[in-house]
């Protein structure tokens, strides 16, 4: 280890000083006009299937970068201002405060945030939080806030750095990064990972292979091996699954709040992060067998703890796949980067098919419109909001109320990264220099293809309300490359027309490759048919689809501002909240799984500035139901789900069912009524 040091510590100065002969840029200039190539894989690395565009390489339009508006005007984009964690006192701004994850987190989404929706006050408050970083870095290359021991913290704020370095091509970070690695190479045997680290490793190991990719440092790739080598086992652990059902504090060995191994191997975060920890390691690896683990990872987790919003639970451990169990808010944002990389990794359009209905339903539906509160964890079957006392495996009772630090504030820190990161996946480079879509929404992508040929794609799109995606493509002159566009796994009857001419052979779930002679304004048309579908869940309860949305039964909402009660009460201009039902909720439906059309009217709505809301979702869903009055509340929630078919007498009624993230109360696993 001392000749390693002393070989990292050779090289990492030879590079540092090579950059810093360039004129410093300043911090954020030049990041709203770059056009940036992708980075490929330096061998020894595996290829990727796909490869990731440099941030602000997709900008969001249309629905999509509303969404991004109102989470810069809500808690995201104010959060510093009133929050002590990510105040100016913090320790990762040279302060006395929070020294440990919260701003590295906050950074996390803030970054991709800022830059995609390119607002001067939010770059500010970005150049602020990593100017601190870059300039107080420590001689012996250590970095964050001194009194901070811990290796987690930092992966975060590499990631964020490595974002923000694509965004502003800042050169202070790239010799920064290099220090720190090689300072840390040097430390690990004496300072291993522990705890969360050690959980998480693979997200250090994503910032490592990026760096890797940019100076071909061979001494990364001993970094690697080293985190890995240190790292917790996931491919052991899920090859043979212990947690098959819900967990419990006894199970896991908890008699404190102190996490024991065995509870963070159940932990919820941990599991969302540890879904891409297979596919990353296997670019170092080149092994099939880790690719597979990455396969079995995903199966063995949604099989035991699938919900219908597309993710699986934890409250705050895995807690099986009772609808009235929660998810984490962490977990979701987690779950959507970890697909990302796995798409990019493994090509397959299976995990952006969950990449999308994820972010289209949990992620939406555990924010409140105004995204000014969240919540610590969401409920598929979710009927009211307060501080009764639930049935979660871990949790405390605070958990699904909305407010500013519901339960405990690292959701409150982490949560920005969901919209952004997504919105910068959407589209991803191919090997042969080409572009694939990977996921939909209106939006403009501006890379380079073929050889060095600038392209501009122009994505006009109300999916995932409506099924029909329209590209214009401008390269800046005429060029031939690949454009690879996934089917949604859901539409049959798919069609794609390249410049009025329908294209063959389009077939759900996989990727359709057009290989063109592209000149500026070609035009490429897809319809992807948003049928009604209907699937089964909990009990044999019955889900109900359109497309990527998942239809939940519209409750009436009354909400009120809860004044006393949280352990960390909300101050102005922050509020937490309750919201209790006013209409009821205990319906099973009339419905047939094997025709569901037949039984269901779609009524589309315009398309406003908040799809996402009870009163502005764009598509509703008219559904027959009668009430199970012996299906009623236990401890706060839904009590047990009856099994389908359910018997009912009550009176044949007209239900009105919006998309998930739009329903802040909700009934989506639904019993079926019993002919």
């Known amino acids: 280890m001392r000749a390693f040091g002393k070989l990292a510590g050779f090289c990492g100065l030879i590079f540092v000083l090579a950059l810093l002969t360039h004129a410093a840029m300043p911090a954020g200039s030049g990041a709203a006009d770059r056009t940036v190539a992708p980075v ?31 989470q810069a005007n809500g808690l995201s984009g104010h959060l510093d201002e009133f929050w002590p964690d990510v105040g100016p ?17 906050f950074l996390d989404g803030l970054v991709p945030l800022a830059y995609l929706l390119e607002d001067p006050k939010l770059i500010a408050k970005v150049e602020k939080w990593v100017n601190w970083t870059l300039t107080h870095q420590r001689p012996d290359g250590g970095i964050g806030p001194p009194r901070n021991t811990d290796w987690w913290p930092n992966m975060v704020m590499l990631k964020a750095l490595t974002q923000y370095q694509e965004a502003t091509g800042d050169p202070r970070v790239i010799p920064l990064m290099t220090r720190y690695f090689h300072y840390q190479a040097a430390r690990l045997a004496a300072r291993p990972l522990h705890e969360w680290a050690r959980f998480r490793w693979a997200d250090e190991v994503v910032s490592v292979l990026w760096l890797y990719n940019r100076t071909g440092d061979e001494t990364l790739l001993r970094l690697a091996h080293l985190l890995q080598q240190q790292g917790y086992d996931w491919e052991a652990s899920f090859a043979n699954f212990r947690f098959t059902s819900k967990t419990n504090p006894a199970q896991l060995g908890l008699k404190s709040d102190m996490e024991t191994e065995l509870s963070l191997s159940a932990h919820g975060v941990n599991n969302a992060m540890a879904l891409k920890t297979p596919a990353v390691w296997c670019e170092v690896s080149d092994s099939d067998s880790d ?57 397959d359009p299976a995990f952006a098919d969950l990449l999308e209905k994820i972010a289209f339903n949990a992620l939406p539906g555990t924010f409140s419109s105004d995204m000014w509160a969240h919540q610590y964890v969401q409920q598929p079957n979710q009927v009211e909001c307060n501080l009764s006392k639930r049935d979660w495996t871990t949790d405390g009772p605070e958990s699904n109320v909305y407010g500013l630090e519901p339960n405990f504030g690292c959701c409150t820190a982490n949560m920005h990264q969901g919209w952004p990161k997504f919105v910068a996946s959407l589209w991803m480079a191919t090997p042969d220099e080409g ?91 897809m319809i992807f048919p948003p049928r009604v579908a209907v699937s089964a869940g909990y009990n044999n309860s019955v889900v109900v689809s359109r497309g990527p949305l998942i239809f939940s039964l519209k409750i009436g909402e009354k909400w009120e501002k809860i004044t006393s009660g949280m352990s960390h009460p909300a101050k102005p201009p922050a509020a937490d909240w309750e919201v209790l039902a ?86 989506t696993e639904f019993p079926q009524i019993a002919p």
């Open 435 to 525: 572009l694939a879509a990977i996921a939909y929404g209106p939006n403009e992508v501006n890379t380079v293809v073929a050889k060095g040929v600038p392209v501009e794609v122009k994505e006009e799109t109300d999916y995932p309300f409506r099924g029909s995606v329209r590209l214009t493509i401008n390269p800046s002159r005429p060029a031939a490359f690949p454009l690879r566009l996934r089917i949604p796994d859901w539409a049959e009857g798919a069609t794609i027309a390249v410049n009025g001419e329908p294209a063959r052979g389009v077939h759900p779930g996989e990727f359709y490759t057009l290989d063109h002679s592209w000149k500026k304004g070609d035009v490429v048309e």
């Open 582 to 667: 006013s209409t009821p909720w205990n319906y099973g439906l009339v419905i047939d799984r094997a025709a569901p059309e037949r039984f269901v009217k779609v009524v589309e709505k315009p398309l406003g500035s908040d799809p996402f809301s009870p009163q502005g979702a764009p598509v509703e869903l008219q559904v027959k139901g009668r009430r199970i009055p012996t299906w009623t509340l236990v401890d706060g929630s839904a009590g047990p789900l009856p099994e389908s078919p359910a018997a009912s007498d009550q009176p044949v009624e007209t239900l009105t069912l919006v998309p998930y993230g739009a329903a802040k109360l909700r009934i």
């Open 89 to 105: 006192n913090s320790g990762w701004l040279g302060g006395t405060g929070e020294s440990w994850e919260r701003g590295p987190y």
């Open 40 to 70: 490929e894989n330096r061998k020894p690395l595996r290829p990727l299937a796909f490869y990731p565009l440099a941030l602000t390489s997709v900008k969001p339009r249309g629905w999509l970068r509303r969404q991004l508006e109102i």
């Open 291 to 347: 690719r597979q683990a990455a396969y079995r990872q995903w199966k063995e987790l949604y099989e035991y703890h699938g919900l219908a919003n597309g993710m699986f639970s934890c409250d705050e451990h895995l807690a099986g796949r009772d609808p009235s169990q929660g998810t984490e808010l962490c977990s979701v944002v987690e779950t959507q980067y970890s697909l990302e990389q796995m798409v990019a990794i493994l090509g």
